[in-house]
Structure formats: C-alpha cells, structure tokens
C-alpha cells in the first residue's frame, strides 16, 4: 500500500511530461513563426505558412506582415491562400493604404499597429465565423471568428482522430500569455472611449473570444509561436486572469477618472471585468483654481509678468492662438516673449511654429521634444503634428530660464509620453508650480495611450516622474494644460500611485514572452530614424534603426533589411551588442535608382536575438519623387 | 455659407433670423470655442459681447452622439470618421446634438426658463470644416442667441448629473480674458449679465412681426392714396 503513492505520483509526473501528440499526417515545425503542415491524398495544407514553397492551401489566422510573408512563402503559385475575410481586400491590394499612410500618419490617434503587409496577396478563400473549409484527406476545418489580439483574428478547428486542434494564431500564447500588450489598443465603443484613450481596448473582446473557444473544448491550440498549448483550458483561465488583474490595476490609477466619469470608466471595466463586476477607481485629489496669473486658454497655459508681458506653455490651433491674439488686441497682454512646448502631441503643438513667426518669440523644449517639433516626419509617435517648428531651443534636464519675476526650471518628465517635458514655475508670491504636460491628472496618471510609449523602468518613464514629483518643494502644485486647476498628491496618494504602477509592470511581465515588460509595451523598442523621408531618384540617403535594450542583460541584435525596388543599401545585415537598459543604433546609407518609380515604399527589417526572431518587424517610408 | 437648419425655423418672416444665424455660425466657424482635446470635456461657450444678448455655443464630439455601438472601424473616434458620414447619419447626429444640448444644459434668467434654439452648420461644413475652423477634429457645434431684459441680471446654467463627463464653461466679455469654469455633471453656476439696455431689443419673433406690419401698413398706405389719387383724376 506504501507503494501505491508513489506509483501514482510517478504515474501524474509521466502524464505532464508527454509531449503534445499532434494526428498522424500532421507536422508541426517551431520556428520565428510555426508552421504546421498536413499532408493527404496528394493535398499538402499549411497553417501560418512555411519555407516550403507550392502548398495547395495555406491558412491565415491574421493579417500581420510576418505572417502574410510566411504564408506567401507556402502558396507559391496555385495555392489557395484563406484568410479573414474582414481584411482580404485590404490583403489584395495594400499598396493604397500605405500611399495614404504617408499623409495619414500624421495628426494619427486611431493607435493601431503598423505591421501591415506591404505586397498584395490574393485570397482565394475569405472565410468567416461559422464558414468550413475542406482540406486534405476529408480534414474539415471550421471557422471561429476570435478577434483580440489583432481585430480581425480567427482560429481553424479541426477535429481527427477524436482530437480538437484549435490554430489560434496570436490570440493565445503557451502559459496563458500574449506576446504583447499594446496590441489590444482601441477604441471602446460602448464606452464611449475612442482608440487614443483606449488602454487594453479590445481585451474585453479577447476574453470573449478566448470564452468562445474555451466552450469548444479543443484538446489542443497550435499558436503561431512558441509551444503547442496542451492544457487549453488552463492556459485561457490563466491569460484572463492575467489581462482582468491588469485591467483593474489600470483603471484603478487612471487619469481618466477626472474626464470621463465613473459611467463610462465602469461600462469600459465590467467589459473585461465581468458584468456585475464593482470597478475601482481613484478619488480626486486637492485642486484648487488657478492663479491670477496663469491664464486657460484651451491646452494653452499663458503665465503673465508684471509688466504685461506673457509666456506661453503649448499653442494647439486655431482656438487658443486666436485667443492669444485677442489677448494683445485688447491689451490683456503686452507682447508673447516665449513659448515652452510640453510634448507633441498635436492640440499642445499644431500652433506652436505659426505662433512663434507671428510673434516673434522663441519655442523652447527639452531634447526629447524639439526633435519631434523640428522634424515631425521623421517620427512616427501619435498625434504628431506636420507643422514644424523652424527652431527650438533646447533645454536640458534641470536647466534654468529666469524670464521676469519668474524662474522657469525645464524638465523631462516623461509621463504621458516618452517625448515630453515639464516646466517648474515659481515667484516669491507663490507656491511653485509644475507645468506636467498631460502626465496626471487628480484622479491618477495619464497612461492610456501605449503607443505613447508610458515605460515601466526606474530610470525613465513615470518611475522617473514620480520621483521627480517626490523632489518638488514642499507645498508645490502640479498643473495639466487639459485641466482648469491646481493640485496635488498627497504623498501617501504617489506612493499608491507608484505601488499600484509597480504592480502593474509585473503583472505585465507575467503576461508576455519577454524578459522584461517594457518589451510588452514599447512598440517602438525598435523602429527607424527617419520614419518618413523624402528621396529623389539617383539620390542617396541613410537610415538609422534605433534600439532600446529594456532588458536588464546586454543583448546580441541581428538585423537584416528588406527593401523595395528601386531602393539599395550598402549593407543590409548588421549586427550590434547594446548594453543592458541602454539604446543603440545602426546606419543604413540608402541608393535610390535613378529609374526608381515614383511613389511611397516601404523598408522593413527583421530583427532576431537569442530569445526572439520578428520577421518585418520595424518599417520606414522613403517617397521617391 | 452651406445650408442651415435655421432656415426652417418657424416664424412669419425668417429674413431676421436667417440673418442673426448666419452672423452667429460665421463669427462661431471662425473664432469660436477654444476646446481642447474634444473627447475630453464637453464645451459650453458663453459670449457676454452685446447686453441684452447672450450668445451660446456647445461644442460636440460627435462619435459620442451615435446612439448605436458602432463597430470598430477605423478612426471610429477620429477626424476621418465624421468626413465620411452620409447625409442621414449627420442628419441623425445633428438630432442627437440637439436633443443632446436640451437634456444636458438648462438655462435660467432669474426665475424664466430659456431654451436655446441651436443653429448647426450645414452638412459639408461638419464634414469639412473650413481652413482656419477653431472647430477640434470629429466635432461640430451648435449656436443659438438668447435675449434677457433689462430686470434680468443673472443666467444660470445647470448641467446634468446625467452627462458622464466634465463640462468646460467658458465665459467670454469684451477686453477680459476668458473665464473658465471646470464643472462636474450634476454642476451648475451662475454668471452676473451685463445690463440690458433700456428699450429691451424686440426678439426676432416681434421684430419680424413689426416688421411684417409696417409693410403692410405701407402697402395699405399706398393702395389708400392710389385710390385718392384716381378719384381725384375722375
């Protein structure tokens, strides 16, 4: 009887140990991205896709660029390509998407991911929920509409040998993770929520999707990367565990509390929460009204000397520089003697380069802005304006303005945005007062927007905010250029903030394949410089990708280019070791053919490590005209 | 100028009205409210420019005004979305807008209940906003005019507990910077009139009426020594 424990305990570890056995005429090749190949009666079907071209059917989960080129890769000529139906034309003809995108990058908040496919790709099979598809040997496979990760993903069901298998492409990683979160950005509809405020948006839809499929009992998923899941039903438990413990964290330190209220902060909760589901949120902090001599003029701020003189924190259009002009008409205001711009976005920047020319005062910023005010096209962040800014004088961190009975102190304060800044303000007769931009606001922090790039780290993001807010003199105010008031945190208030924030950068680390969250939220981890330029035809030009190493190890980074026609490149595979949390980059001089067509084209680059592969990862535009 | 709504506004003589809206939607497309990020706030401008007169925009992010849940299509939030709306969808926004500014503002001069009568721009200028607009992208806005007498000297502005998010209130006089008020649904405030002049001004109703007579009188007028004249030729 002694025994029998033991046998059983041998007989459960044997049990966890067997690998996932896939039907016989399935096989399954792990690679940057899977592929599984079922042969029968001389048909030959791939999901994902494959190296191995001439495929008779090639399944698609999604539209992403890796996968379009993998799958283009198996079809060869003849084959079959199904795909989503919901973005097959788009499939079949890219070309005028990324024509617009050149101007539609611009003024952008819809805060979708880039990685769209580049060259067209027929689909001969659009398929959607409920839809079969014949494969080999009598397969049929059944369409379930699972959208997510990405809007328009599916999962193939396919039942042999007594076995479900789910190919669920990105909706659903081994352990119950995701390979990224800002993915899910979008608009909330039912909450009134659009793509810009919309953290996590669409992770009430992965949950249904992952519910949906759940109910179909599969036996095993074959996600596009990484391991086959073999506990299906644990793995999706375990992911909406994950993305609800991160939800709750997010809205309860949300800025957006002070906007848009406990309805629709709780209709966008209990779409991810469950629907009974109590949603926390963060009470509002001491504010109080603005001084005298700080003026509201739409996300214009306008501090006033006591001479009449002004200066100016952000012009974001028409309405606050129509408002600044009227001020001089009527006298209210002297003469503009300067303008500080906080960060880019493009209804705190629009204005900023024709308020400067017509009154003639200088545009001030702290580097990590004035690149993006001088050169907006060679950025790609959101909400960019394309109204340069002829030229900014760079602050550094900590540098000092004295302007009237005023000392201005510049700041990075990279809060709402990585490219942003603050401005400290004080005069004897009152409190000091921290100009923050967008990054809080009295119900907590401004991080809705991940292609903001809000980064989790101690040295940069609101870790760095937080601690400089933690080093303002006592008694300080904090202001928002959104936000009529003055206020502050208590500093038991910032070290809820800061706890909760920490929290969340685990839970995000929990949620992903990366070694290091930041991965998770940072798109732009690795991305060129410029986005966007211009090149005429027999011109040369260079290209520059960026890195940022958030690992907490130095990393190997292997990079091999794919570029257009009519565009070469001196060298097309580089390699480069960045230290750890540090950045690194490397340059590409570009030829443009002096035959090259007109037009805008697109340059991707894979880039691998020792622990990830990403085909077509990072991409630039070069119109040639 | 596109097309109006005003113009099928009631009233024996529209010329006047036609006329003060036109006035209002120019002077609203091209200094109008300061907003900011317009999915926000909701924005409520008052302007204290003519005693006697309050002029009153409300400025609408209209995604926000879709009384269905609209499917995530691109830039569903965004400029392009309003771009791109057919003329029974702007039709509807504009009724929501409507409907909207009624059930979410109220406005009071002393113990009288007002109700604003929203002028909107026609349907291609909410598509396309002029260049220069102050208008914030995927928004368009409603003006209407509302006249106090002279005994009159407070408005209050209530705003409904009902509105889900915060209204920036913003009060414009002559030669003084704008006022801002950040208000909470459920809110309200008060705000001090400048004095209406003596003869409080007819509103456009009565003037179209005197209007209206004093061409008839002429015409009764004319008829009248017509018919003098031609007896006095016979």
């Given at each position: 009887m002694r025994m029998f424990p033991a046998i059983l305990l041998a007989l459960l570890a044997t049990a966890t140990t067997l690998p996932a056995e896939l039907p016989d005429g399935f096989r399954f090749e792990k690679g940057a991205l899977n592929s599984v190949t079922i042969e029968g009666a001389g048909q030959r079907l791939v999901v994902y896709?494959?190296?191995?071209?001439?495929?008779d059917q090639v399944l698609m989960t999604h539209m992403r660029r890796d996968l379009t080129e993998f799958a283009r890769a198996a079809v060869g000529t003849g084959g079959r390509v199904a795909a989503p139906r919901s973005v097959a034309a788009f499939l079949g003809d890219p070309s005028a998407h990324w024509t617009a995108w050149w101007d539609k990058?611009?003024?952008?908040?819809?805060?979708?991911?880039?990685?769209?496919?580049?060259a067209p790709l027929a689909v001969a099979d659009p398929v959607g929920d409920g839809d079969r598809l014949a494969g080999p040997g009598g397969l049929e496979f059944r369409v379930l509409e699972t959208p997510g990760y990405t809007r328009e993903g599916i999962t193939y069901l396919v039942e042999v040998d007594g076995k479900k298998i789910g190919?669920?492409?990105?909706l659903i990683l081994a352990g119950?993770?995701?390979?990224?979160?800002?993915?899910?950005?979008?608009?909330i509809p039912e909450a009134k929520i659009g793509g810009y405020h919309g953290?996590?948006?669409?992770l009430g839809q992965l949950i249904r999707s992952l519910e949906k499929l759940a109910a179909e009992k599969p036996d095993l998923l074959v996600p596009i990367r990484g391991e086959i899941i073999t506990d299906p039903q644990g793995d999706i438990a375990e992911l909406i565990r994950r993305v609800r413990a991160i939800y709750a964290n997010y809205l309860s330190t949300n800025a957006l509390n002070w906007y848009f209220k406990e309805e629709r902060l709780t209709a966008a909760g209990r779409l991810v929460l469950g629907a009974e589901a109590e949603v926390e949120l963060m009470d509002y902090s001491e504010h109080v009204e603005l001084p005298d001599w700080c003026k509201h003029l739409g996300t214009t701020k306008l501090l006033l000397a006591g001479d009449g003189s002004g200066f100016v924190l952000d012009c974001g259009g028409p309405g606050p520089l129509g408002d600044l002009r009227k001020a001089l008409a009527d006298g209210?205001?002297?003469?503009?003697e300067g303008i500080f711009v906080t960060h880019t976005h493009n209804d705190h920047s629009a204005a900023v380069a024709e308020a400067a020319r017509e009154f003639g005062c200088p545009v001030y910023a702290v580097a990590e802005v004035a690149d993006v005010l001088e050169n907006p096209g060679a950025w790609f962040l959101?909400?960019?304006?394309?109204?340069?800014?002829?030229e900014v004088t760079v602050l550094a961190d900590g540098e000092k303005l004295p302007w009237k009975n005023y000392e201005l102190t510049a700041h990075f304060f990279p809060g709402q945005m990585y490219n942003h800044g603050a401005l400290l303000v004080e005069r004897s007769d009152h409190a000091p007062v921290f100009?923050?931009?967008?990054?809080?606001?009295p119900s907590g922090i401004?991080?809705?927007?991940l292609m903001n790039r809000n980064l989790m780290r101690d040295d940069t993001g609101y870790f760095l905010c937080f601690k400089k807010v933690r080093a303002l003199p006592a008694g300080s105010w904090l202001v928002n250029q959104h936000i009529p008031h003055l206020f502050r945190f208590t500093p038991e208030r910032l070290d809820l903030l800061e706890s909760r924030y920490r929290e969340r950068a685990d839970l995000i680390n929990a949620l992903t394949?990366?070694?290091?969250p930041n991965f998770a939220i940072d798109e732009r981890w690795a991305s060129f410089y410029p986005y966007g330029q211009e090149i005429e035809p027999g011109k040369e030009g260079s290209l520059e990708l960026r890195f940022w190493n958030h690992s907490v190890r130095d990393r190997e980074i292997r990079v091999k280019l794919h570029l257009p026609e009519g565009v070469s490149a001196a060298r097309s595979e580089v390699s480069l070791t960045i230290p750890a949390r540090r950045e690194g980059s490397m340059t590409f001089p570009l030829s443009i053919a002096d035959d090259a067509k007109p037009g805008v084209s697109v340059i991707t680059a894979d880039i691998a490590g020792d622990d990830f592969d990403l085909k077509q990862w990072a991409e630039a535009l070069v119109k040639i005209e | 100028m596109s097309s109006i709504h005003?113009?099928?506004?009631?009233?024996?003589?529209?010329t006047a009205m036609l006329t003060r809206a036109v006035v209002v939607l120019t002077f609203f497309v091209l200094a109008g409210p300061a907003a900011g990020?317009?999915?926000l706030y909701h924005y409520l401008e008052i302007n204290l420019?003519?005693?006697g007169e309050v002029s009153v925009y409300v400025t609408f992010?209209?995604?926000?005004?879709?009384t269905g849940v609209a499917p995530?299509?691109?830039?569903?939030?965004?400029?392009e979305w309003l771009a791109t709306r057919d003329d029974v969808s702007l039709a509807a926004l504009v009724e929501n807008a409507d409907r909207f500014a009624g059930e979410v503002f109220s406005f009071r001069f002393g113990d009288r209940n007002v109700v604003p009568d929203f002028a909107f721009p026609g349907f291609e200028t909410i598509r396309r906003p002029p260049?220069?607009?102050?208008?914030?992208?995927?928004c368009f806005s409603g003006a209407a005019t509302l006249v106090y007498e002279r005994a009159e000297t407070d408005l209050m502005i209530e705003f409904s507990a009902t509105a889900e998010k915060r209204l920036m209130l913003i009060i414009n006089r002559p030669a003084a910077f704008p006022r801002v008020i950040d208000l909470e649904p459920g809110g309200h405030f008060s705000l001090a009139l400048p004095e209406a002049p003596a003869l409080s001004r007819p509103d456009p109703d009565r003037k179209a009426i005197l209007f209206s007579g004093a061409i008839t009188l002429l015409l009764l007028l004319t008829l009248a020594l017509m018919r003098r004249r031609r007896a006095c030729l016979r």
């Open positions: 896709g494959s190296a191995t071209p001439n495929a990058r611009n003024d952008y908040y819809d805060q979708q991911v880039t990685r769209l496919p580049i190919f669920s492409g990105d119950g993770r995701v390979p990224d979160l800002y993915s899910f950005q979008d608009a953290y996590g948006g669409r209210l205001v002297t003469r503009i959101p909400g960019t304006s394309a109204n340069a800014v002829d100009f923050i931009g967008d990054s809080f606001s401004d991080d809705y927007c394949p990366w070694d290091d | 005003a113009d099928t506004t009631t009233g024996p003589d529209n990020h317009p999915a420019l003519e005693p992010h209209a995604p926000e005004l879709s995530l299509e691109e830039d569903i939030f965004g400029r260049a220069g607009s102050v208008v914030p992208d995927g």
